[in-house]
């Protein structure tokens, strides 16, 4: 065995034993050199020059902005802004480039940032994980259950790769409670989904760093409770040394302190020489005179640490579902006075007993797996409050998908299905509804189903065995007919 193989073999080695001793999962933070690798997306650098040739208002070329600005690239994006402005508004309603909710908006940025996104949106349409010259990483990155993602990237491509994964936008991870909840994708520099969401030019980037140490202290348990895996980056990256400088200040950590849990993964273009034994740990400098130390492996391609990474694992959707339901549990006995006996849960000390206790086996002949107790299982007021988890305010949240949603709307809702179905869900307990000593909860299946109701889909209400579609055979029928 070389040097560098045995180097790299004992560095994922100690990685696993880590998380292992560790009992929690990874989380995977993700930049810019994860999209250039899968999708080929550009640089920055690369990325400013093709919005400066792809504008007919701009006659200089990307140097001359270089020159220009001592070679700072978001106040070269602060200067393409206008360019980006006045060509949208020159060919307004000429041409299909820029649509017409960009001229509505109040950002002046906004034609810019659409442009970057259409940019990446094109490359993710390309891409395709099967016919992938890396589709062995893609299928192993696949197979990964961190307990969450966060990056800098504004592309599509995590929740391409981790579809049971959700993703939270910009400063909705510092509003939003469930930021740190298993499973999210927490896209701290926006998304091409919410294109003015995007952090590009200077201002977006003042403003980022002056919210940047809410957004530490709001993820600090995650930097303390678990392993922190950087992928993507490079040890002068600012965006990471920003980080590291506030999780110093928050840790209040004297000279040089190797943070034990994070690994700095730094690849390598080129094939590394057999010969080579890179350091296993690495000083970054995280401005003010100050740096720390981390982790540190060093590789050419990322197939052995995509298998250092993996855990057995429960679905992550299950395993969402099941934090939530104890997070509900354990909160109703104070919040809601539902009749909760939380000491019932403290048996519950592995994996097994936790599964047992809120779902049931697999029918003999489906599918293997567990799925979480139906309504004709529950025997307990545990049981209960374990399957109706959302009060009514939550149910319009989940609903519409945004915190402040009036709980009123999720009940409009239920009135339609009621006008449509003749099915009123509130009336009694069902599998979407149940009222413990005079309250409502309700259930995931509800949330479901109104989503369907929302967006005018067609629909089937499941009560007391008895299924009712929307909209009704005889309508369908007289559809076609005609």
């Known amino acids: 065995m070389s040097n560098y193989d045995s180097y790299l073999s004992s560095s994922l080695e100690y990685l696993s034993q880590y998380i ?10 993700v930049g810019s050199g994860f999209s250039q690798r899968y999708i080929n997306s550009p640089t920055w650098g ?50 299909d480039m820029f649509p017409p909710f960009l001229f509505e908006s109040a950002s002046r940025s906004i034609h810019l940032k659409y442009k970057i996104a259409s940019i990446l949106i094109e490359l993710m349409e390309q891409f395709n994980v099967e016919t992938h010259e890396l589709s062995e990483e893609l299928g192993l990155i696949k197979k990964l ?24 936008v910009g400063q909705q991870v510092i509003r939003q409670k469930k930021a740190t909840n298993i499973g999210h994708i927490l896209k701290i520099h926006g998304s ?17 760093f002056q919210k940047q140490i809410y957004l530490i202290a709001k993820l600090f348990t995650y930097f303390m409770e678990h392993p922190i895996i950087f992928i993507g980056y490079s040890l002068s990256d600012e965006n990471i040394k920003s980080i590291l400088y506030n999780v110093k200040q928050i840790i209040d950590a004297d000279m040089e302190p190797m943070i034990e849990n994070m690994w ?106 567990r799925t979480l107790v139906s309504f004709a299982d529950i025997q307990d007021p545990n049981q209960l409050a374990a399957q109706f988890t959302l009060s009514a305010t ?29 099915v009123n869900l509130r009336a009694s ?34 009560v007391n065995g008895r299924e009712i579609s929307y909209p009704l055979l005889e309508d369908t029928e007289e559809a076609a007919g005609e």
């Not at 400013?48 to 106040?75: C, S």
């Not at 369907?452 to 889909?457: L, P």
């Open 264 to 369: 700095f993964i730094d690849w390598s273009m080129e094939p590394i020489n057999p010969e080579e034994t890179p350091p296993r740990e690495k000083p970054i400098s995280v401005g003010n005179g100050e740096s720390v130390r981390v982790n540190y492996i060093k590789l050419h391609t990322y197939e052995q640490l995509y298998e250092a990474l993996y855990q057995d694992s429960v679905d992550i959707e299950f395993l969402k579902q099941i934090e939530e339901t104890v997070y509900n549990v354990v909160k109703s006995d104070t919040i809601t006075n539902l009749e909760v006996d939380i000491a019932s849960l403290r048996y519950l000390t592995d994996r097994e007993s936790l599964l047992g206790s809120f779902t049931t086996p697999a029918e003999e002949g489906e599918l293997t797996g």
């Open 429 to 462: 307990n069902n599998i979407y509804h149940v009222r413990m000593n005079g309250i409502s909860r309700f259930s995931m299946n509800m949330v479901q189903l109104l989503k369907k109701v929302k967006n005018m889909e067609p629909y089937v209400v499941n």
């Open 394 to 422: 939550e149910l319009s949240e989940r609903v519409y998908e945004q915190d402040d949603s009036h709980w009123s709307y999720a009940y409009e809702l239920i009135r339609d299905v009621h006008f449509q179905t003749g």
């Open 145 to 168: 259950n961190p307990q969450a993602i966060i990056t800098t990237n504004y592309d599509t491509l995590l929740e391409t790769l981790f579809p049971k994964y959700e993703a939270i």
């Open 46 to 95: 690369a990325l400013l020059k093709q919005l400066i040739d792809e504008n007919p208002e701009i006659e200089m070329p990307m140097q001359y902005f270089v020159q220009e600005h001592n070679g700072n690239y978001a106040e070269i994006a602060s200067e393409l802004v206008d360019f980006y402005r006045t060509f949208a508004w020159k060919n307004h309603g000429n041409d």
């Open 192 to 208: 091409v989904e919410d294109c003015d969401s995007i952090v590009i030019e200077q201002q977006d980037y003042d403003n980022f």
């Open 20 to 29: 292992a001793d560790m009992k929690s999962r990874p989380i995977l933070f």
